[in-house]
């Protein structure tokens, strides 16, 4: 770690100070120890490879993390389980990565040091709730909102109250939550927090394509968004307005069945409806997207209806949470490694005139190359002439990134509860007809 670190509470002290007079220097404070001291490491941040890329919902964000471990779905599912159950694995050890207890923390077996780590407290739907920057950062500023009690995350009324004054403390931040059931949420259950931070991201650029008046609530201008995952925006200056045409939305959505879709609401497994509530202000406006999700599994898809299927496993198997929902893609750092070999395979083949079925071959043969063999073959015979012509080399080159942007279209394709075909646009139709 870099520098030292005030204690705790002379940090939190200071925070308070500063955000009485002026909210962003206070956020400016708070960031500027994270990086002085070494908890968000700037080094690792740079070392994330990033591009945008065009798609039929507009610009995406792609980027390869390779300071973020990859998770096993299944594991973040029995973290969740074990949320209210589980005691703290020893004396003075946290019980989660998001627990208060971690600020100063120095470590453990299994469990990283986090001497540099430092958290503001604020209050959030009335209740006491810390403030820290991402080690991650996935984006400027990237920070979590944490409550101080250690408890699974929800999404409900007070969930959506906790997001409108986050807005009204930080109104310059995005702030959004996780769903909060496995499968569709994020890669923390245990603990109940927020991400923010300052970013733009491509579902805040989409435009409406239906809009939907909202009766009683002609304050807030409510429409379906062009996007492959459901959402609804909602936007209003009235924040009591808002939240009441939030509240009907989440209410709405938690009791809704649509089988046609695939949308079962409950069943022996429990509840299978939830959100990611996303908000942030523009002006004297709060904007809201609701993204409509369901974790529902069976048995020809027991990873998820709505989670991508193994064939697009090789590029991310991880849940699809908020920040992925808004556009911005978070792929595992294995990726640095094995799509270069992918590259330098499909260059090759393209030169030397190989069929799309030799290059598979050869691609199975390289370990790293392996997992991507059968999509890197279909690339080859779709693009084989534009490939003969780009630059020869190890890096990633334009096609290949074009293609990890489509597969991450098709990612948040199936995503949605409502695709863009009959049945979906039946679907939105149907649940419209209730909501409204």
Not at 57 to 68: C, H, P, V, W
Not at 339 to 346: I, W
Not at 382 to 408: C, K, N, S
Request: glycine share 8%; hydrophobic share 40%; with cysteine.
């Amino acid at each position: 770690m870099g520098a030292a670190l005030p204690a705790p509470e002379e940090v939190r002290a200071e925070f308070d100070r500063l955000r009485a007079q002026d909210a962003e220097a206070a956020v400016a404070y708070l960031h500027d120890l994270g990086t002085s001291s070494g908890y968000i490491d700037e080094a690792a941040v740079a070392r994330t490879i990033r591009w945008t890329a065009g798609s039929p919902y507009g610009e995406l964000e792609i980027t390869i993390n390779r300071s973020k471990p990859e998770k096993d779905p299944r594991a973040i599912a029995a973290a969740a389980r074990n949320a209210g159950t589980s005691a703290p694995a020893g004396p003075g050890i946290p019980r989660c990565d998001l627990c208060w207890e971690n600020e100063g923390f120095p470590g453990a077996p299994g469990r990283l040091p986090k001497p540099g780590l430092r958290i503001a407290a604020i209050e959030l739907g009335g209740e006491r709730w810390g403030l820290q920057f991402s080690p991650y950062a996935y984006f400027d500023e990237h920070c979590i909102a944490l409550s101080a009690e250690h408890r699974p995350m929800k999404i409900d009324l007070s969930c959506l109250a906790r997001l409108l004054d986050f807005a009204d403390l930080f109104p310059f931040y995005f702030v959004g939550s996780n769903a909060d059931l496995p499968i569709v949420g994020g890669s923390i259950l245990s603990h109940d927090h927020l991400q923010g931070g300052r970013h733009t991201f491509p579902l805040m650029r989409v435009p409406i394509e239906r809009e939907v008046p909202l009766a009683g609530l002609p304050q807030v201008r409510c429409g379906v968004v062009r996007w492959p995952a459901s959402t609804l925006r909602l936007r209003s200056c009235d924040r009591d307005a808002l939240a009441r045409a939030a509240a009907r939305i989440l209410e709405t959505w938690q009791d809704f069945s649509f089988e046609p879709c695939g949308i079962v609401a409950h069943d022996a497994d429990g509840r299978h409806n939830t959100l990611n509530p996303i908000v942030h202000r523009e002006g004297s406006d709060y904007v809201m997207h609701l993204v409509l999700r369901n974790n529902r599994a069976d048995a020809e898809r027991p990873g998820g209806v709505f989670h991508p299927g193994a064939e697009l496993h090789h590029i991310k198997k991880e849940n699809i949470g908020l920040i992925e929902i808004m556009g911005l893609a978070i792929l595992p750092p294995r990726l640095a490694r094995e799509l270069p070999q992918v590259q330098r395979e499909l260059a090759d083949a393209a030169r030397a005139g190989r069929t799309p079925q030799e290059a598979e071959a050869r691609l199975r043969a390289h370990e790293d190359a392996a997992p991507h063999a059968a999509w890197a073959a279909a690339i080859l015979a779709r693009r084989a002439a534009e490939l003969a012509r780009e630059p020869h080399g190890g890096a990633i080159g334009p096609i290949l990134r074009d293609e990890v942007a489509r597969a991450f279209a098709a990612i948040l394709e199936t995503a949605g509860v409502f695709k863009r075909d009959p049945a979906g646009q039946a679907g939105w139709k149907a649940f419209l007809r209730i909501l409204c």
